[in-house]
């Protein structure tokens, strides 16, 4: 059993908890931005195979404390490299820090890099050359005050790459915080989902993915294939059995992607037919405000235009209210998803949110706000008041 650490978007913990759990992972532990467990190389296999939460997936190697840059030297210096990884391989070292007092992470970047080398000169006669833009092994150093902890990544590129995206749009959503919403709100495959500012259709790909139960690992390559301990029948044997478990959507489409721009829309096409998935969505150039909703009521999970230049924050004011009016008299009987940094939302549209959620896209803060839309939204308000949600 190894120590292994998982990282995903801030206050999707305890569903990558879950997603570990289902791996075989063994004594859980949630911390911010991510979960620590225990598990084997096939909990490896199976997390970066089949979770759709986690940004990365490592296996720790060493633990110890530090006053100076030289203690964290002499602590890669007693790890047996040669033993995870051939000399043949190129690498890379990241470091993070939370409050540590050393100066330059680029000097202890360069310092473990240093102990790796020398490892691997003592041992092998020869060093492993340094490739920073696609390196095959990848090592971490995460420090916080005292402490430094090294890591073997086994992942590789972030796992919400999924290999399918190639057209964005501007700040697109992270894949695993797009299918962290969608547990969140409760959508299973078979439920009604609508998307009527799909951007390149993120929600979207994450939702047809799991209507044709693709696993969002099945069709890219990892970093624990560069390591010693690689069982590529394993792995072989699980990347089949997911494989082999694909289904192709079976009559009318019950996700739905609109956007205004036809830009966004062309972007959300060419993604999702190069993923094969566009027959699973019904995709269409469409207004929220002036476009009709799919005739059976489901689930809206959106994430609409939040304005950081003067401009677009009166922009946004004057499209609120637009925005609450359409839910209220089109969306009758939905449960509405919002995601935005833009706490005058709910406001806004005049809607008070039956849930809020605190989530990170990236480091911008967000809130994931629901909004149960009823029947009877058109009543006059009296002044000042908010239409409840729920």
């Not at 050393?102 to 970047?109: G, V």
């Not at 739905?256 to 829309?265: I, L, M, Q, T």
Request: charged share 25%; glycine share 8%; net charge positive.
């Amino acid at each position: 059993m190894f120590k292994l650490f998982a990282t995903c978007p801030r206050g999707l913990e305890a569903l990558l908890a879950e997603d570990l759990t289902a791996a075989g992972a063994s004594d859980i532990r949630i911390v911010a931005s991510g979960v620590a467990c225990r598990g084997t190389w096939e909990t490896v296999y199976r997390t970066n195979l089949n979770s759709r939460i986690a940004t990365r997936l490592m296996l720790q190697l060493s633990f110890g404390k530090y006053l100076k840059e030289e203690d964290i030297y002499k602590q890669a210096s007693k790890i047996d490299w040669p033993r995870h990884f051939d000399v043949s391989r190129t690498i890379r070292v990241y470091v993070t820090a939370i409050k540590s007092p050393l100066k330059s992470l680029e000097f202890i970047t360069l310092r473990i890099k240093d102990a790796v080398c020398d490892v691997f000169r003592d041992q092998c006669g020869e060093r492993p050359s340094v490739d920073t833009r696609e390196p095959e092994v990848r090592i971490h150093a995460f420090l916080t005050a005292e402490d430094c902890t090294l890591y073997l990544d086994t992942t590789g590129a972030p796992l919400y790459q999924r290999g399918y995206r190639q057209k964005t749009v501007e700040a697109p959503l992270k894949e695993n915080l797009a299918a962290g919403i969608l547990r969140l709100a409760g959508w299973q495959p078979g439920t009604v989902l609508l998307d009527p500012m799909c951007g390149s259709g993120t929600f979207l790909l994450e939702a047809a993915q799991q209507v044709c139960n693709i696993a969002p690992g099945a069709r890219r390559s990892f970093a624990f294939e560069n390591l010693k301990g690689f069982d590529a029948q394993l792995w072989q044997r699980l990347k089949n059995a997911a494989v082999q478990g694909e289904r192709k959507p079976a009559g009318k489409p019950t996700l739905f992607g609109r956007d205004v721009s036809p830009s966004a829309y062309r972007s959300a096409l060419a993604n999702l037919d190069r993923a094969g998935l566009l027959p699973a969505v019904d995709l269409a150039v469409g207004d929220i405000l002036e476009a009709a909703p799919p005739p059976e009521a489901g689930l809206m999970i959106c994430n609409p235009p939040y304005g950081e230049r003067l401009e677009e924050l009166d922009n946004l004011l004057a499209f609120y209210p637009q925005l609450g009016t359409a839910l209220k008299q089109k969306y009758a009987g939905w449960t509405c998803y919002f995601l935005t940094a833009d706490p005058a939302l709910p406001k806004g549209v005049g809607l008070k949110p039956g849930k809020k959620t605190p989530l990170y896209n990236g480091a911008l803060e967000c809130r994931l706000y629901q909004f149960k839309m009823v029947a009877g939204f058109n009543r006059r308000k009296k002044p000042g008041e908010e239409e409840s949600g729920e």
